[in-house]
């Protein structure tokens, strides 16, 4: 019996040190181009240290061929599982086949790729089409339908610069009066913001015209309200302002009336991720491609309340 006793502690000793073992992540982020994109890995960190998971955390500075070398890094380093928010869409399939050789589950947060699904296990993102849609079906009511907008683009081939501006022209299109007359690129970031809109308070004679500056995320529009104001334009009366994001300084913009509209994009979404994550690791089989995570829309008259809970 003592020997018995002897076997069976063993064994629970043995399962033990199973369940204790930390999963071990490697995420590969796009940067840290926006105050929403530093929450996010913020969130990220903070999130795996809750769960006791050990993260492995890169940062592609917003170069694809660093990023594709950062998780060939991780298969080398043989992690339990790859998270990756891909800085674009394009050139995955290479990096993705050799993921699945070695046997790692991967999956897309954030953003999204083009290639073969079965390459991943799911994407875990909110619905950028949706956004766009939010912030057109916005101002074709506060504009009546009738209004000539600049748009500040994202970076170029990144899944929210695409589907923002695809998810706009639907909703826009369906209005006669309301079109994106120029679009400037500014990266995601308040300079690139800042530059854009002074190119395009430029080509449109001081903004002559313009009902309506969309932006595909707060920090470009931020920016853009600084180089509005320089020029003694009044952002958010001579022309609103719509963006996405949600991040904490676009609140004191909305409350003072400087910006009109954000969909917030929620930066705490570590938490789906690792549900997701840790569920596979745990023998789950039955997630679908894409778990969408949801969106609010801000105006001037919850500014107030969320200036108090997202500080």
């Known amino acids: 019996m003592r020997w018995h006793r002897m076997v069976a502690a063993g064994l629970l000793m043995l399962l033990a ?62 992690v339990d599982a790859i998270v ?15 993921v699945k050789a070695a046997g790692i589950p991967v999956f897309i947060a954030d953003r999204a790729v083009d290639a073969d699904p079965g390459l991943f296990i799911a994407r875990i993102a909110a619905d950028f089409n949706l956004e766009g ?39 826009a299109a369906q209005f006669p009066n309301m079109r994106i007359v120029r679009s400037e690129g500014g990266d995601f970031t308040t300079e690139g913001g800042a530059k854009a809109m002074q190119d395009l308070i430029g080509a449109t004679n001081g903004l002559k015209g313009i009902c309506a500056v969309w932006s595909h995320n707060d920090n470009m529009l931020l920016g853009a309200i600084k180089a509005m104001r320089a020029a003694g334009l009044h952002p958010g ?3 609103l302002m719509l963006s996405v994001d949600g991040v904490p300084d676009i609140y004191p913009a909305l409350a003072a009336g400087d910006a009109n509209m954000s969909v917030e994009l929620k930066s705490d979404i570590g938490k789906y991720i690792y549900d997701v994550v840790q569920g596979y690791l ?30």
């Open 133 to 171: 849609r939010l912030a057109a079906a916005w101002l074709a009511q506060a504009s009546r339908g009738s209004c000539e907008i600049v748009e500040l683009l994202g970076t170029e081939g990144s899944e929210p610069a695409i589907q923002r501006h695809k998810g706009f022209l639907a909703v």
């Open 237 to 239: 009366h001579d022309q």
């Open 282 to 311: 745990g023998g789950r089989r039955d997630y679908p491609k894409w778990v969408v995570i949801p969106s609010d829309l801000h105006t001037q008259a919850d500014a107030d309340t969320m200036q108090r809970v997202s500080r």
């Open 84 to 98: 990756i928010a891909p800085v674009v869409v394009t050139g995955w399939t290479d990096t993705l086949k050799a």
């Open 17 to 78: 040190a199973g369940a204790a073992r930390a999963e071990t992540v490697g995420f590969a982020q796009v940067g840290s181009e926006s105050d929403w994109r530093t929450a996010f890995s913020a969130d990220m960190k903070a999130e795996a240290a809750r769960r006791g998971i050990k993260l492995l955390f890169s940062n592609a500075d917003n170069n694809p061929a660093r990023q594709r070398q950062q998780v060939q890094d991780f298969i080398a380093a043989h």
